[in-house]
């Protein structure tokens, strides 16, 4: 349309030309996940860390939602591990918000590493969409936008903890502080609905990230308030302030197995052990990254986390952050629109590098400590280094705030600008392809069929619990991993496990089995209603209790039933008079 010699573009093409660009970034998304992923997209079914005692425990945990969604969802926390220990599933995060992602893909015979790397693509793909419509939103540009998403995306912290399915999910953040703008904006509840929905999602995602982003959020709210101009502040904050509340009372049937958990059983960190785990300066400055690696990352001590967030990044930032220091310096009366965001995020930011230092703090300062006392969900934090999430966080907002100013400065080259930003971001921070979890870690292998003992349990009609040998003493636990993974074959109980925790019965457990077979193990192993012991002779650790083979055939009460290479199979006898003295006993 043309109107007095301006040209006047119709309202219909901008929208279409907005949804264009929006379908364009999230095809790109697409394609720089399946090249960041490389060789788990070309295999998502096969691949896995599954060396990685969490890369397995994870897996378990989407096929068990699956399975007891489908089967009994009244007793979605008893799970199979730790048998015959209830509520099982609240030794770590439920995952649940993901089951409408992995559930059709396990109902419809998908495997578990199916699920998990579908999981897993979806969460890149997902953060760096909603980290783009979220700077697309603060900064009015696509451009910018695409390098917010770019560096969240693929952050050197998501590669390095791909095992923990659950601290990839990340999209979640940037959509609620979305929301949080709309709502401020417009002042419409929907979008005030939208901050507590999100929260939801994020607390059956990663319960502790639901934690991390509400912080965020109470740190960031004020500020954004205090600057906006338009009339009732006092009553959007207290319509988010219901909004939470709400959230709470939704929260509070999940809230509450854990709570039950941390009670009876008493499983917690304390402020010693975070204080082992906190990050540290070697952190903020490690990265997977292979040019990290070459240029100044590699080293012979593993750090405590991976916080780096790329060094185009922080050069973004700190544009950002001069240029707003810069322009408040010189008018103070009047900052420049993009300061509160600055600001915001920036608090955001510092909240969450300052919190991940632990305990100690800095020179006795600690961030951490007041969370800490706050509420008992902090006590089952142990790599209080994931709090610098929200520093990662913060600096990807404020790395599209500075590339949209870069963008302003070089108007000349348009769009170029933000592409070769948003190129070099990610080129920089490429692990592809993809071979271990971290350098020196687990390597992406592809997962063995299922041992025929598996298989052989799955056909073994009634209710019963099992017993796997070597029994892991407490310190390594993780090598009852597979135990745990191999179980979604068969769903019976196992007494052995792996998990976030462990129940305080697991120890005095591994002292009795240690001495098997001697009476006290049998009266354990019959109380937990144990049918097969199933001893790995090639599993066997140095700090595994050896098994005394020649007294397992003198054993009475024990029987060989099943014979596969390496791997016996033992039917447990039950002895009536040990029965009667233990229903004396209940």
Not at 421 to 443: N, Q, T
């Amino acid at each position: 349309m043309v109107a007095c010699g301006w040209v006047v573009r119709d309202p219909a093409d901008m929208i279409e030309q907005e949804r264009r660009a929006t379908a364009a970034a999230a095809a790109l998304f697409v394609a720089l996940t399946l090249i960041a992923t490389y060789p788990i997209a070309r295999a998502p079914a096969s691949y896995a860390f599954f060396g990685h005692a969490d890369a397995q425990l994870n897996m378990w945990i989407l096929a068990w939602d699956a399975h007891a969604i489908a089967r009994d969802p009244r007793h979605l926390f008893d799970t199979n591990i730790f048998a015959p220990e209830r509520r099982t599933l609240a030794y770590s995060e439920t995952l649940l918000g993901y089951l409408p992602l992995a559930g059709p893909i396990l109902w419809l015979g998908g495997s578990p590493a199916l699920a998990f790397n579908a999981v897993l693509m979806f969460s890149f793909v997902a953060s760096g969409f909603a980290m783009y419509l979220l700077t697309r939103r603060l900064t009015g540009r696509h451009g910018p936008a695409l390098v917010g998403g770019v560096v969240y995306a693929f952050l050197p912290y998501r590669f390095a903890h791909i095992p923990q399915i659950q601290l990839e999910s990340m999209e979640w953040m940037p959509l609620a502080f979305l929301c949080l703008h709309l709502f401020i904006e417009g002042r419409r509840l929907r979008y005030a609905a939208g901050v507590g929905a999100t929260i939801v999602i994020q607390a059956f995602c990663c319960l502790y990230y639901a934690v991390f982003l509400a912080v965020a959020l109470i740190v960031a709210t004020p500020i954004l308030l205090l600057a906006d101009r338009r009339p009732n502040r006092g009553a959007a904050l207290l319509t988010l302030a219901l909004v939470g509340s709400l959230t709470l009372i939704l929260l509070s049937p999940l809230g509450a197995e854990y709570m039950r958990v941390h009670r009876e059983q008493g499983l917690e960190r304390t402020l010693d052990e975070t204080a082992t785990r906190a990050a540290d300066g070697g952190a903020f400055a490690a990265s997977p990254a292979r040019l990290h690696q070459r240029m100044w990352a590699r080293s012979d001590t593993a750090p405590r986390d991976y916080l780096f967030p790329g060094a185009v990044a922080l050069v973004l930032c700190a544009i950002a952050i001069g240029a707003t220091a810069r322009a408040i310096a010189v008018a103070p009366r009047h900052p420049p629109r993009f300061a509160p965001l600055v600001l915001a995020y920036g608090a955001v930011a510092l909240v969450g590098a300052f919190a991940s230092l632990g305990p100690h703090g800095i020179g006795g300062v600690s961030v951490f400590r007041v969370f800490y006392a706050a509420g008992p969900l902090m006590h089952g934090l142990r790599q209080v280094s994931r709090f610098a999430v929200l520093g990662l966080f913060g600096v990807s907002v404020l790395a599209a705030i500075g590339a949209a100013l870069v963008s302003a400065h070089a108007r000349r080259f348009g769009t170029l600008a933000s592409a070769t930003l948003a190129a070099l971001a990610f080129a920089e921070v490429l692990v592809a392809p993809v071979s271990a979890d971290r350098p020196g870690g687990e390597a992406l292998v592809r997962i063995p069929p299922a041992p025929p003992v598996y298989d052989w349990l799955a056909h073994q009609p009634g209710t019963f619990s099992i017993v796997e040998l070597p029994f892991a003493p407490r310190g390594q636990m993780w090598q009852n991993s597979p135990y745990v993974y191999w179980s979604t074959v068969h769903w019976h109980g196992i007494v052995d496990a792996y998990s976030g925790f462990a129940p305080p019965s697991y120890a005095e457990l591994a002292r009795t089995l240690s001495r098997f077979p001697d009476d006290r193990s049998h009266e354990a192993l019959m109380v937990r209603h144990v049918r097969y012991v199933i001893v790995h002779f090639d599993l066997y650790k140095p700090w595994n209790a050896p098994l005394n083979v020649a007294r397992v055939n003198r054993t009475p009460w024990l029987h060989e039933v099943q014979r596969f290479s390496d791997v016996v199979v033992l039917a447990v006898q039950p002895d009536e008079r040990l029965l009667t003295r233990l229903d004396d006993n209940r």
